[in-house]
């Protein structure tokens, strides 16, 4: 196996979606035994200046979406963030996922040297496609996913690191 | 910038651990102005069953390590878990990034087909270098940076996104 844009990024995105939907599967049936309405965790968060459960899963689901659309000519789906519940959380996953196996490997090749302009709040910088996926989507979509779980073990979801690292064979 | 084993992870690493660092720093100034114990945010953690603020540093700086270990012949530093302060803590950052900024580029070269067998509890999986590091390691790295700084913004220590990141250009 060996290295490329597509490999480094697409693949990693979809099994992050995995861990997702399985933390979302744990949520629901905790919040079914606990008699505990769906919206509490939904709504769960760390501090009061960081996004809630479903933040987490809708920015975790653009950053993947506009790391294609950054880096290749394909045009990205809009999603809005309406999602209120468990299930329709776990929609946005699914229909994020079916839209990255959309995309081909070849559909990312020669995207290292592609120029990306990121640009909020103070930060305004240029990266090329190699600097933006290791530097920025990397880190960031794991923020969502890790946060995503720190949210549910912190309400007392039993969810572990096996849960986050996924089936790895 | 063209990808390669030593590019996917090593500056990666000391790019995340430039972060923990800022972040000890904001635990610190964030401890003398109110007064805290440090030993309160050192030990501080999200779940019962997580790693404190500590723990999550430890499996940061052994994240980044035992990736040079198993997929080099360096033979890697050891460093004892026996941080309790934020300074101890900083130090332990600073010395793992001594160790990295060593590691050249040409000694991960070839390592893509290297396998490299993870055994713990219930998991036990083989897998070549590059499914090693973005299956296994980046998820793994990312989990305990986000944690800790997910800690510190739970116990109200004034850190973002844009602290998370790092520098980007």
Same mark, same amino acid.
């Not at 990205?76 to 519940?85: A, N, R, S, W, Y």
């Given at each position: 196996m060996s290295l490329s844009m597509h490999k480094i990024s697409v693949p990693a995105f979809i099994r992050g979606f995995a861990v997702l939907s399985s933390l979302i599967d744990k949520a629901e049936a905790f919040a079914a035994e606990k008699k505990i309405d769906q919206a509490v965790l939904v709504n769960a968060r760390l501090a009061p200046d960081m996004l809630p459960f479903a933040g987490q899963i809708q920015r975790a689901s653009d950053t993947a979406k506009a790391t294609i659309g950054r880096? @290749? @000519?394909?045009?990205? +789906? !809009?999603? +809005?963030?309406? *999602?209120? @519940?468990?299930? *329709?959380?776990?929609?946005?996953? =699914? !229909?994020?996922? =079916?839209?990255?196996e959309t995309v081909d490997q070849s559909a990312l090749e020669g995207s290292e040297t592609k120029e990306v302009t990121l640009s909020a709040g103070p930060l305004k910088v240029t990266l090329d496609g190699v600097e933006y996926i290791l530097k920025f989507v990397l880190p960031n979509f794991y923020f969502h996913v890790t946060t995503a779980q720190n949210i549910l073990r912190h309400n007392g979801v039993q969810v572990g690191k096996l849960d986050y690292l996924g089936p790895l064979s």
């Open positions: 880096l @290749t @000519t394909i045009e990205i +789906p !809009k999603f +809005p963030d309406e *999602e209120q @519940t468990l299930g *329709e959380l776990r929609e946005r996953v =699914a !229909k994020t996922v =079916a839209f990255l």
